[in-house]
């Protein structure tokens, strides 16, 4: 017989649906019914983000945040799972197509897309009534706002990073663990490290990183805490060199931790313009949140240059350069790593 049966949308079964992770000794019904009350928020939704939001929302992680600044590309596709071609050629945001394909793959959960560039002035509300975070991020001046952020609300945290064929993951418990600054005390300087856009990147480690990152989470969420790992996971899949540094106890001088200083809470407000490391392009964001009619906008600006619209963001073509003006007014200038040029074409054409 070769007939399919399928049941109607909604009546999956809960015990049907998650019966082989329910066996699974190291969870349980206790452990799938945390899960569900569990709340994980991810930050950035790239290539790490996507597989994270994906493996959480099978895994039936009740709510589940996803928080991006960008939008989908075709070079995206060979590595962040969660996007389609017709999500590149639409230019969605990512946390959007996030939350569309999960919504796809669990209806079972609550989910909520943010579409914002994480900065100071909101990433203690976005994680402050979370129980874990995970870092999908690509640059370490976010993963440092994150851990101010973490330490001080006193937030489980996982840090993740991946570039070529080499990745990295470490658990951060704040005050029971060493926390970012403790192992990392400073970023390494603009410019001194590969990234995906410089030195690409492959999907296994991505595949690796993010399972890591998950399995912490899972570990987490229900409360199986002996089984961290208590380390600085190092992993290259083409050198075929896999690392454990295991990590004690917080440093006692660490300035976040120890001293609880958030330095990077506490940035002036002043610059919100950052180059977009490797990929020729500035990001500009508004000092107060701004709700833009990209409408009008279009209608400004369709007799200067080339105009695309949809409901969450705008581009314009300008000679060599091109403006994504999302709906909160942070804009994506690229054609120029330079910042002052790209203040000025926002100045021009969005208005500050
Ligand atoms: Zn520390």
């Known amino acids: 017989m070769n007939s399919v049966r399928l049941l109607p949308v909604g009546l999956v079964k809960m015990e049907d649906r998650y019966s082989r992770q329910i066996l699974f000794a190291g969870i349980g019904k206790e452990g799938q019914a945390r899960l569900r009350g569990a709340r994980a928020v991810i930050i950035g939704c790239g290539a790490l983000g996507s597989a994270q939001a994906e493996a959480l929302a099978r895994a039936g992680v009740g709510s589940l945040r996803i928080v991006d600044r960008d939008f989908v590309e075709a070079s995206n596709l060979?590595?962040?799972?969660?996007?389609?071609?017709?999500?590149?050629?639409?230019?969605l945001p990512k946390a959007i197509a996030c939350v569309t394909r999960i919504a796809l793959i669990n209806s079972d959960i609550e989910t909520h897309a943010d579409v914002l560039d994480v900065n100071h002035t909101n990433v203690e509300e976005l994680i402050k009534d979370c129980d874990v975070v995970l870092d999908g991020t690509d640059n370490f001046a976010t993963r440092y706002l994150i851990n101010d952020a973490c330490v001080k609300?006193?937030?489980?945290?996982?840090?993740?990073?991946?570039?070529?064929?080499?990745?990295?993951?470490?658990?951060?418990r704040p005050h029971v663990t060493p926390c970012l600054r403790c192992v990392f005390e400073e970023a390494p300087?603009?410019?001194?490290?590969?990234?995906?856009?410089?030195a690409g990147v492959i999907?296994?480690?991505?595949?690796v990183v993010a399972a890591v990152q998950v399995t912490e989470a899972l570990k987490l969420l229900t409360g199986q805490i002996d089984k961290l790992h208590n380390a600085l996971m190092q992993f290259d899949?083409?050198?075929?060199?896999?690392r454990r540094i295991a990590l004690k106890s917080p440093?006692?001088?660490?300035?976040?931790?120890?001293?609880?200083?958030?330095e990077t809470l506490e940035a002036e407000a002043a610059d919100f313009a950052a180059a977009m490391c490797g990929r020729n392009a500035v990001q500009i964001s508004p000092q107060k949140p701004a709700e833009l009619d990209l409408n009008a906008l279009s209608e400004r600006l369709r007799a200067l240059g080339e105009v695309k619209v949809n409901e969450y963001l705008l581009r314009f073509g300008i000679g060599e350069y091109e403006l994504t003006v999302f709906r909160d007014a942070r804009?994506?200038?690229?054609?120029?790593?330079?910042?002052?040029?790209?203040r000025s074409l926002y100045a021009k054409y969005v208005g500050t």
Not at 153 to 172: L, P
Not at 237 to 242: A, G, K, L, P, T
Request: charged letters at 15%; glycine letters at 8%.
């Open 78 to 91: 060979q590595r962040q799972t969660m996007f389609t071609e017709s999500d590149a050629q639409d230019r």
């Open 153 to 172: 609300h006193n937030v489980n945290w996982i840090y993740g990073a991946a570039v070529g064929s080499y990745g990295v993951s470490m658990t951060v």
């Open 189 to 198: 300087p603009a410019g001194s490290s590969p990234t995906c856009d410089t």
């Open 203 to 207: 999907m296994p480690i991505i595949s």
């Open 237 to 242: 899949v083409w050198s075929n060199d896999w």
């Open 251 to 262: 440093l006692p001088e660490c300035v976040t931790c120890a001293l609880g200083k958030y």
């Open 331 to 342: 804009t994506i200038i690229r054609g120029t790593d330079d910042i002052s040029t790209a």
